[in-house]
């Protein structure tokens, strides 16, 4: 759906507003048109917060979450700060999808006090291309500073929560001062012809997102430059009444 | 014992004089070393002893028990055999230390006067007359002194006794004399009166900042470490350490790094003298400033940061990942300082891998089919899978070169998706054939994303 003008000048305006003394917006696009095309600005806002948590069991593995943050980080350009509380990540995983272990610092915090504390310091810091965070309680007040410090520096901050336990998860639906909000849950993998287990399939739910609509999307998992596919099924289809008045080349 | 007694005693006994000079040379150079490593307030406490502050400087090693072991280890390594003790006070650790018969003990805060009094009198630094007197007068323990009414020891022993023992149990402070190599870069600031709110001694960290960094620039140097010590007007001694990655003489850098950590300094009734010391300094290069007329990448240096956040979780906890070349997965990977320069390697790419990795591998019941087959069901953590897709095996052998036992180990990692989509990593140990290779039990590693 293409936005009406009226409505489009309107949102520049309390963008400009909100900007203050802002540095100039940049986006950073998935590279796949059907989610860019639902994200205000076409892709990802850098120096603003995003929130990612896993579905079902993902809410405390965390590990689609996790390579799905690492896919967004290895597009973006810099050296990343990866804080945890307790080491759990498999390396060359992290590296298998698109993010060098050259390119990752990490902090094993200790407690989320400790995770906080250090996922601002890196957003506050101009020279570094993404902060990555693993929390679980993340309060209105702590967001909103954090969004704050992605600001001033125009680092992309993404917040993967992740709770102990299945009842804390329920926190996910507290309202943060996070630009976007993801849930990324496995789906059964691509379908192969031979025994064996396909390219990871994800379930991609944009939950929240400023400035425009929540969606949900199939995407098949990072590839090793860090990129998401639409699986073949649904690449193929035939062009559907939404997409109409678009070009057949887009 | 006399010369000759022992020799009578043990043949071939090796006899050398002793050199009491050297061993205090000896014991001072250690204390050196302890100040480098591990604390900014260090000092001898001859004839057999150092003595380190610890308060706030534990956090860094790792905790107290563990910068113990790590200080026995690194001693022992150097042939030194020694025992470490903390506890509340000087008195009280050098107690700990003689009289326990531990490599390592720590005593938890507020305890230490209560379990002193177990420990026999020689623990009380006397001279060793007195002990000989106090035992001839029945007193064997610490805890026999302190009930006994104080004015007739003291008529007969002197102030000495009671000093000691008030230090012992913690009721008299003891001031640390920190040991200062003779190059060492110092700037210090006496007060006529005493200062103690927040933002004076931010302010005043920031003057001798100034100072040191004028002094280093005069030598060509950079700071690695920095020492603040408050003096306090009590005599105690309160002290922030900060440690950079690369040498550092930014005035701006440092007095934020210093000033990160004023919040855990208690100014008491007031400090006296601040002083700031360089305890490490590398020699400072200078380097031109990349342009943007020569090329495009901005110019990242994170090294601002890696110190920040290093004085806040300590040096261990920042790292990054780098491969080693092994299969098994828990030796594949080996973590790096942040800041050496980049490997360029990475893990081969044949195999997916599960992006989170247990710590320790879990038994999991499950229905397989011997030798070579995925299980058809497995049940972890209590909850029952149906294998819907499975790829495998991979094959893990031992590194017989690092351990005998693994000479003829398997392991058979196979990655397993359910119903729901979940995928997992799963291995059997053992080659499903011989009981030689493994248990043939099976065991859950990693969860793919």
Known sequence: ????????????????????????????????????ARLPGGGLGLGALHEVAGGGNGAIDGAAAALFAAGI?????????????????????????????????????GDDKTVLACFEEGLRHSGLGGVVAEIG????????????????????????????????????????????????????SALLPVPGVGRARWQVELIRCRAG???????????????????????DRQAGPQTFGRSAAG | MPASKAQALVPDLIIRDAEPSEDADGLEKLALWALHR???????????????????????????????????????????????????????????????????????????SEIILRLPIEALRLPEDMVANLRRLGFERIGDLTDKPR???????????????????????????????????????????????????????????????????????????????????????????????????????????????????DPGFGVEMMSLCATLAEPFETKQIRTSLLSDEPDIDVSALIDTLTNRVGEEKLYRFAPVASDVPERSVRRIAPTSPATGETWPDHWPR????????????????????????????????????????????GEWWKRDAELATVRDYFQVEDEAGERFWIYRAGDGEDKATGSHSWFLHGIFG
């Open chain 2, 38 to 112: 591990y604390s900014p307030i260090v000092a001898a406490d001859p004839p057999d002893g150092i003595i380190i502050e610890a308060s706030g400087a534990a956090h860094l090693h790792g905790g107290e028990v563990p910068m113990l072991n790590d200080i026995v280890d690194r001693l022992a390594a150097a042939g030194i055999t020694a025992r470490a003790a903390m506890a509340d006070g000087w008195g009280a650790a050098h107690a700990f230390a003689r009289y326990v018969n531990r490599p390592v003990l720590v005593i938890p805060p507020g305890k230490s």
């Open chain 1, 213 to 235: 609509e929540s969606a949900d999307f199939e995407v098949e998992a990072c590839d090793a430059q860090g990129r998401l596919a639409l699986p073949a099924h649904l690449a």
């Open chain 1, 1 to 36: 759906m293409r936005p009406l003008p009226a409505l489009a000048s309107l949102r520049e305006k309390i963008q400009r507003i909100e900007a203050g003394n802002r540095r100039a917006l940049a986006f950073l696009p998935f590279g796949l048109p059907e989610m860019d």
């Open chain 1, 73 to 109: 980080a290895a597009r973006t350009k810099g050296q990343i700060l990866w804080c945890v509380i307790r080491q759990d990540l498999f390396a060359p995983a992290i590296a298998q999808a698109g993010l060098a272990a050259d390119r990752v610092i990490y902090v094993e915090a």
């Open chain 2, 354 to 397: 599960p992006s989170r990795l247990l710590t320790a591998p879990e038994r999991i019941e499950t229905v397989a089919l011997l030798p070579d087959h995925p299980p058809v069901s497995f049940s972890w953590r209590g909850i029952r899978r149906r294998v819907k897709r499975a790829d495998g095996p991979e094959r893990v052998f």
């Open chain 2, 151 to 265: 004015a007739p020891l003291e008529l007969r022993f002197g102030p000495q006794l009671h000093r000691r023992l008030d230090q012992a149990i913690g009721m008299q402070n003891e001031a640390i004399d920190p040991v200062r190599p003779p190059e060492l870069i110092e700037a210090r600031r006496m007060f006529a009166e005493p200062i103690g709110a927040a933002e004076t001694l931010a302010r005043y960290s920031g003057k001798l900042v100034d100072e040191l960094c004028e002094m280093l620039e005069a030598k060509g140097l950079g700071a690695r470490r920095l020492d603040l010590l408050f003096h306090r007007v009590d005599g105690g001694i309160q002290a922030i350490r900060i440690g950079t990655a690369t040498p550092v003489r930014g005035r701006k850098r440092l007095t934020r790094l210093l000033c990160d950590k004023l919040e855990t300094i």
């Open chain 1, 137 to 188: 309680r993340l309060s209105m007040t702590n967001s909103r500073r954090l969004q704050l410090a992605a600001e001033s520096s125009g680092v992309i901050g993404i917040a993967i929560r992740r709770w102990r336990r299945q009842s804390d998860a329920a926190d996910f639906g507290q309202p943060t001062a996070a630009a976007t909000r993801w849930r990324v849950s496995v789906l059964p």
